[in-house]
Nanobody, 122 residues
Framework: VQLQASGGGLVQAGGSLRLSCAAS????????MGWFRQAPGKEREFVAS????????YYARSVKGRFTISRDNAKNTVYLQMNSLKPEDTAVYYC????????????????WGQGTLVTVSS
């Protein structure tokens, strides 16, 4: 199983980025997908998750209304559209796959990608 995250980069505060996570080696449509992030010196935290068919989504309070998670099962890809970015959104963003459902705890996730760095300048 491989989860390849991409789309990170340097952006000014107020800007936007779209992260992608391409999955291979698993039946993508059978997995809920999640995004987590880890800021420098902090623990990894939940950002957003989406059910296997895209009908259900969850967001961390800190990103709700600014970030949107979506998926394309035909392309085996999950996305994270990030708008109105803030310096505190600076982190390495990880995608993850869960057979159990759209949980917010890391223990619910079976597979993890390598992460992509997002840096938001003030």
């Amino acid at each position: 199983v491989q989860l390849q995250a991409s789309g990170g980069g340097l952006v000014q505060a107020g800007g936007s980025l779209r992260l992608s996570c391409a999955a291979s080696g698993l039946t993508f449509s059978s997995y809920a997908m999640g995004w987590f992030r880890q800021a420098p010196g902090k623990e990894r935290e939940f950002v957003a998750s989406i059910s296997w068919n895209g009908d259900t989504t969850y967001y961390a309070r800190s990103v709700k209304g600014r970030f949107t998670i979506s998926r394309d099962n035909a392309k085996n890809t999950v996305y994270l559209q990030m708008n109105s970015l803030k310096p505190e959104d600076t982190a390495v963003y990880y995608c993850a796959a869960s057979r159990a459902g759209t949980g917010y705890a890391e223990v619910h996730y079976d597979y993890w990608g390598q992460g992509t760095l997002v840096t938001v300048s003030s």
